[in-house]
């Protein structure tokens, strides 16, 4: 899995959704390589359950923004 800046302390409302959307890629990452690794198609699926997750929150964060015009 590869390594991205994944803090949340950030200067912006708008930075938060594209760490949380970061940290979704890296999940998706690790979900490929366990699978892969271990030989197992259902190794890892946790983690693209996890990187959904944080999708979902980054999309509401997004229209919490607008709502607020931010």
Do not use: C, H
């Amino acid at each position: 899995m590869s390594v991205k800046n994944l803090d949340l302390d950030v200067d912006a409302p708008e930075k938060v959704p594209n760490v949380l959307r970061a940290a979704a890629e890296q999940f998706y990452e690790a979900e490929g390589e366990l699978s892969a690794a271990w030989g197992d198609p259902q190794a890892g699926k946790i983690w693209t359950d996890f990187a959904r997750i944080l999708e979902r929150a980054a999309d509401s964060m997004d229209k919490a923004r607008q709502r607020r015009g931010v």
